[in-house]
């Protein structure tokens, strides 16, 4: 397969001060054509520390279209800004949305390189069918993620602990209100600089057990990243951070015993000598650093078992002192240690307010890998290259 920027000579245009769209120039690979629109920068690149999680955003966006009868079509760099859409589109009245989301990471040598991007895109086309929806193919999606961040290469910050935050989505377009999957979608892909996922850092998090809310249910949309699921949780996750707690861990929809996920995070918890994370049982989602974890602990010798466990379990463990450390997975914040969870029993220490050895060696060694300062030896790192 071509690299989508073969034949691409790319000049950033950094001088320019007119606000005028340059013509559009053309990408051109044997899948995917895609035509820019440059628009010079009127702002300086932020500092890391003005970064943040999510709060700005890059000069340009990728969007492509989909018509029944027609397929992808109109493959773009653009520069960002509002989507025009119709009143009633489908994303709007019957929730046709869902994302996806990976980092590109600045080496020390100064190679940009995404950290398991085709995963990524997979999980996106795999997931778009559960909710109606035509999604572009995986290596399509690959593809324009690293097309536009090629392009947007110079907003890939360089201090430690930042990336660029890419952010893949899929929304229904066509304009009817009846209850049906759209006919026309959207694939657009906009990119932020980020610094921390949690602003204190790597410091252990207070978690809210929720008993009564529930964020999936077996049969239901748990196992994509449709904005929905999002929504659902959004009440609870409010009124954790009202009591003092920055997630929540989310219980089974039927029993309300059974850990699942925790906020936007995959919940692994260490008893005795077994590493404990809920099964993908089509509750939980797939997270990429969720498998990266299992695959690196795994190698180290741990046993690690994907396997349902009640609160109860934790609770348990930690009164017979068999309970080791507790941490969440994630895109965002790569792992989050977890140092005290608060239920309807009231609270539960699972740390003395530190990082544990192995948060700390799981966060040490990933980090290492995305940064190419670490051998890869799962293929985890794809460079983007290009025609400089």
Known sequence: MGDVHTDLVLERRKTMTSSTLTPPEQ??????????????RTRTLPSAAELGFGRIFTDHMFAMEYEEGRGWFDARILPYGPIPIDPGA?????????????????SKQGRIQLFRGRRHAARLADGAPRLGMVAPSAETIYQAMTALVHFEKDWVPSEPGTALYLRPTLVGTEGFLGVRPSKKYLFFIILSPVGAYYKDGLKPVRI????????????????????ANYAASLFAATEAQKRGYAQ???????????????????LFV???????TAPLGGTILAGVTRDSVITLLRDWGYKVSERRYAFDEIVE???????????????????????????????LKTSDDAIGP??????????????????????WVEEVTGVA
């Not at 990408?27 to 010079?40: F, G, K, N, Q, Y």
């Not at 009564?212 to 449709?226: F, H, T, W």
């Open 317 to 347: 463990a930690r009164k017979n002192g068999t309970l080791g450390e507790v941490f969440g997975t994630g895109t965002a914040a790569v792992i989050s240690p977890v140092g005290e969870f608060g239920h309807e029993g009231g609270v």
């Open 90 to 106: 489908s994303c709007l009245h019957y929730g046709q949305a869902m994302f996806d989301g990976c980092k590109a990471f600045r």
């Open 358 to 379: 192995l948060t700390q060696r799981l966060y040490s060694s990933l980090t290492a890998i995305q940064y190419g300062e670490a051998e890869d030896p799962y293929g």
């Open 27 to 40: 990408i051109a690979s044997s899948t995917l054509d895609v035509r820019i629109h440059h628009v010079p």
């Open 208 to 227: 809210w057990v929720e008993k009564d809310l529930i964020r999936a249910a077996k049969g239901g949309l748990g196992a994509v990243k449709a904005g």
């Open 270 to 276: 260490q008893f005795k000598d077994e590493i404990v």
């Open 248 to 266: 929540v861990l989310w219980l089974d929809a039927l029993e309300h015993r059974y850990c699942e996920e925790v906020g936007v995070m995959n």
